[in-house]
């Protein structure tokens, strides 16, 4: 039986690009991480396997960047929507910028940069204070080397069932950010009301969602002006 759509509900969809003008890369952006970087040598269980060193660094220097970036306008926007609004925010990214703007009910899909995560045993989380690395050698309580708290392709999503609970009695649904390019996070948003209120908000995007309106640009200002609609009570289209 599906829950009733709650108009006072609305469900934040974020990726990369709402992290951009904090200074993080995206990742499929010219200038993002996958030109640099190859997904097998840093994001796979294997690329662990076999050189568990070189992703250790490359996580060490994302969480060295997230530590020193500050949440932007479009993560205070969100933040403020809870003003009026019963507000999830379901985010791809693994920083913690929409917590440091304020959002108080953020789900993440693809893990935290900000904690060490046992390789044994997955109920084994350690926050990382301050951007710290984790080294070769630093073990969990169990004995095992840590590794980063992050989903990594290949492995199973986070929170999956708990964001299609949410989505599904969304009566507003806003996408920030993402190339909707990575499967079944982006397939959640398949799951929103036919008659629910659907945006989404980014520079670039080659496969549009049926039935979600487009806003071309960038989140900062777009984000702000879709908040500002929705908080006096005004539809964007
Ligand atoms: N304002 C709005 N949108 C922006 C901005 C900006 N300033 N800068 C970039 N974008 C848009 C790009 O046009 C693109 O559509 O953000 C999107 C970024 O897409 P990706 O780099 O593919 O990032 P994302 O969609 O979050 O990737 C999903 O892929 O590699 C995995 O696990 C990783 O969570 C990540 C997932």
Not at 118 to 123: E, G, K, L, Y
Not at 176 to 190: E, R, T
Not at 197 to 222: C, M, W, Y
Request: hydrophobic share 40%; net charge negative.
């Amino acid at each position: 039986m599906k829950p009733e759509m709650n108009p006072n509900k609305i469900l934040v969809f974020t990726g990369a690009g709402i992290s951009a003008e904090s200074g993080l890369q995206t990742f499929r952006d010219s200038d993002g991480l996958w030109n640099n970087f190859r997904v097998e040598d840093v994001a796979t269980p294997e690329a662990w396997t076999i050189d568990p060193a070189l992703v250790l660094q490359f996580y060490n220097d994302r969480r060295k960047e997230v530590f020193a970036a500050e949440p932007n306008a479009a993560h205070y926007a969100v933040a403020k929507l809870e003003e009026k609004y019963d507000v999830v925010v379901v985010t791809q990214n693994v920083d913690d910028l929409h917590e440091r703007a304020g959002s108080t009910n953020v789900i993440h899909v693809h893990g935290q940069i900000n904690y060490a995560r046992s390789s044994s045993n997955d109920t084994l989380l350690y926050p990382l204070a301050e951007g710290a690395p984790i080294q070769l050698g630093d073990l969990c309580e169990e004995g095992s080397q840590l590794r980063p708290h992050i989903v990594w392709f290949g492995e199973t999503i986070e929170n999956y069932e708990l964001t299609r609970k949410h989505i599904i009695a969304a009566g507003k649904v806003l996408v920030v950010g993402s190339s909707l390019q990575v499967f079944p996070a982006a397939g959640i948003l398949k799951k929103a009301r036919y008659n629910a209120e659907k945006i989404i908000v980014t520079q670039k995007l080659d496969h549009k969602p049926s039935g979600f309106k487009l806003l071309r640009g960038n989140a900062t200002s777009l984000v702000s002006s879709v908040a500002n609609d929705w908080l006096n009570g005004n539809r964007v289209f």
